[in-house]
């Protein structure tokens, strides 16, 4: 237990350990707000995804980091570009919990119907009628879609991916961190 | 003390903070009440960013995004805007502050500081008596003056060289006596 | 051992650092290459209209189909840069409708995965995606526009859109019936 540090803490005073664990949630909790920041800006509950699967290659591979925005959408404001073809969306569908990244090959929209999209991942023969919803044929774009790709960086995801295969490295990793904070002081 | 205070002398950090929580332990025993009123604001400014972020947590977690973004957007605000606020006080107002205290109307404040690579322990000693002008005193020591090979702290060169530092202490104390290493002064100041 | 950890640590941050910056300015290069795209035709010919089943999962519908050529001359080597990880080139049909008033859909396209891959030729190629909508109907439709749109997918950074050449709106005819009566959409 001494090599960890641990009997450090108990010669700490009350100050000193408040101290101590007010450093390690204030880490935690900016981190968790600049997540939130981001998703307000952005206007997507989850601005930054990673791919998992590898139906939008070569553009995407698994582990890859993407960028979301979801603003601007032809819903919001007629004369921009909003959701078009194209665009790579990130969509979850109701009842399924599983983002899926995928181009947009159609889309319809009337001034009383919501905006349809269809999708296909640039990889796959077929579009995603598949993946949908039993019974829909297109996406709802305002309810389904968490965002449009916007930026692109390579590989960064992949620590996730294996995190989320491997939950006891998940542990193992947090443990760790916790701990280090607690026990170092700069 | 129940546990004679250790350090790891390859980590210069750990030695200054070893040295910077015997001062007050030190100062406690003779008759100093140390004034906390530093580390309090800070420890309530932290908290208040963290249950601000906690409260934001649960929210979104219970009622989903679209719900919550509005109240999400004004406690990412506040968060920020309170991490601000805690900056300034830790750089501004505590800046290396490792002791506040009094004793007999006399007030001191400690700050310390190390340079990195170098192993000296840096005090800045303000002294406020009332009716007087507040002194300065700056003074240094190297940590081997108090530190044995092992990283255990030594009471007594230790207590020395503050009790020496220290204007109102340096006259009274007993310890003055058996210095091995001397404290040099830097500088006095009248500030 | 605390100090190797320590050093380890300041090696990983510094490293990382480093990989940050590097992608960084590899994505604001991007910025230093203008598109300058050359589309030299785009025309549709020989538009009709056929009835079958739709090639969409968990129905039978039968519905109206085009069936469209089209010509195509495009150069696209100005989008490959040392940050370009491939270009998606994708030929659009938008056109007008009563409930559905803005529909667009994609037609064909194709991955181009390098420079020397980066001119595009098409003679009277057919469209590779069936061409049908929302509503079931599409004979009759008036005013149907071809678009050549591309997308550069970087190796890190923005992704970017870009398109040219909206076509002279064409009109398809009613659909073929044995009787040789043409039946239009509403």
Redesign the interface.
Known sequence: MDALGLSKLRHLKPRQLLSQVLNFALILSTAFMLWKGLSVATDSPSPIVVVLSGSME??FQRGDLLFLWNRNL?LDSPPTPGT?????VVYNVIGKDIPIVH?V?????????PL?LLTKG?NNH??D??LYA??R??LDREKEVIGS??????FVGYVTIMLSEHPWMKTALLGIMGLLVIVQRE | MAAKPKA?L??LPELKNTSDDSIALYLKSKGWKQNHTLTDVRLVLGFSAVIIAGGTFYYDYTLGFDKTKVMTLYAVIAYFVANIILTWWIWGMESGKVYVGSKDGVTITISSHTEKHSPIYHLKIVSRSPGQRPTTTEVESPFTSWFDTQGFLVEKPFMTFISNSIPSMAATTPEGQHLKSKPKPKSTKKA | M??TL?RAQNVFGFLTTVAFFV?GLVALSSLLYPADVNVDVIGTNNVKIAKGRAH????SKVQEYAVLYFDLEADLSSLFNWNT??V?A?V?ATYP?S????????IW?T?L?SRSASKLILKNERAK?SIN??TGKFAGRDNVTLSF?W?V???????T?GAVGLTKGVKFPGVERPGGKKEAAK
């Open positions: 070569p553009a032809e078009r073809v194209g665009e790579i181009r090959v159609r889309k319809h929209q009337g001034p009383k119907t349809h640039d077929a579009d009628t598949e039993r019974g044929w297109y790709v916007v930026g692109y960086v390579p | 790891n390859h980590a | 605390h100090s320590v992608a969409q999962y968990y129905t990880k491939q998606f994708y659009s409708g409930k559905y008033t803005d529909n667009e859909i994609v396209d991955i995965p995606y909508d929302i749109h997308n997918q970087p190796h890190v950074g923005r992704l859109w």
